[in-house]
């Protein structure tokens, strides 16, 4: 797989919320040396702030100035505080009220089990509070196979539900067997007495967390329309799973759950997107916001 890179410093401004990149060397090096390979780091990382050093002064690299001079030299004391880096990221990103910034600081789940996610998952759950604190309401993010899906999927769902900007949420699947393991793996943490399989088109109400089959809250009669029997506002969030099986195809049986429950904010997530001259998932979703 290649040689792994290793970052210098990566200061956080909680846990798992990245915000500036440090690259040190000693000071036989110029101040500046290693600027091209800590920003090639920061993009990797989705990381804003860049800052080299030789432990006689920082060179500071600001990728949301878009403006001015995006490096300068700082003296050892004059090093920007979390709040001031924190603010200047919150800017550039456009989030702005106070409802949007209390999604983008919500903590991630944490237990003792020192379980975080890689940086890829990291990153796409950011992005992707990120998009719904800016009011985007249909998402996608394209993981490939075997880099955790359904694990950033609960700690999007973790966020949004623990601030109560998302209250009750509907998790499609297209298999029996992932609608368990996602229950009883990673979605754990919400504890069984919010959570729920709609099993057999019995709609129980009294839940907070939903998980369904496509095909089993539709039927080919219209009375086998499981999902009417909640109303279209019902669900705050549904995220869908390997989403290019249907809700790409204005032909899919399953895809007037969709459009049901519009009001919802909608993530799909997919390893392989659609794009044909008769399926697209870019055209119902958007550009991917993370991949």
Not at 274 to 287: L, P, Q, R
Request: glycine fraction near 6%; proline fraction near 4%; include cysteine.
């Amino acid at each position: 797989r290649g040689v792994r890179k290793r970052a210098d410093y990566i200061l956080y401004y909680k846990p798992n919320l990245p915000i500036a990149i440090i690259e040190a060397k000693d000071n036989k090096h110029n101040v500046g040396d290693g600027m091209q390979q800590a920003l090639e780091y920061s993009e990797i990382l989705d990381i804003p702030f860049v800052f080299t050093s030789n432990g006689d002064s920082f060179i500071f690299h600001d990728k949301t100035n878009k403006t001015r001079k995006v490096e300068k030299e700082l003296g050892l004391d004059e090093f920007p505080s979390p709040a001031i880096l924190w603010k200047k990221y919150l800017q550039e990103k456009e989030i702005e009220t106070p409802e949007a910034i209390e999604i983008v600081e919500q903590e991630y789940y944490s237990d003792d089990s020192g379980m975080s996610p890689r940086y890829y998952q990291q990153n796409a759950v950011n992005r992707t509070l990120e998009s719904i604190a800016k009011g985007l309401d249909r998402i996608l993010l394209i993981m490939a196979t075997g880099t955790g899906k359904t694990y950033t999927a609960f700690n999007i769902i973790w966020r949004l539900w623990k601030n109560g900007t998302k209250k009750r949420i509907l998790f499609l699947a297209d298999r029996n067997a992932l609608l368990t393991q996602t229950k009883n793996g990673d979605f754990s943490p919400f504890g069984n007495d919010i959570m729920h399989i709609i099993k057999n088109r019995k709609i129980d109400k009294s839940y907070q967390i939903y998980f369904a089959l496509y095909q089993g809250l539709t039927g080919v009669e219209e009375s086998q329309n499981a999902f009417k029997e909640f109303s279209p506002d019902f669900f705050d969030l549904i995220v869908i799973d390997e989403c290019h099986r249907g809700s790409a195809s204005e032909a899919s049986a399953w895809r007037v759950v969709l459009d049901y429950f519009s009001n919802a904010t909608q993530i799909g997530l997919t390893a392989t997107p659609k794009e044909t001259k008769d399926v697209s998932n870019m055209s119902y979703f958007g550009e991917p916001v993370y991949s």
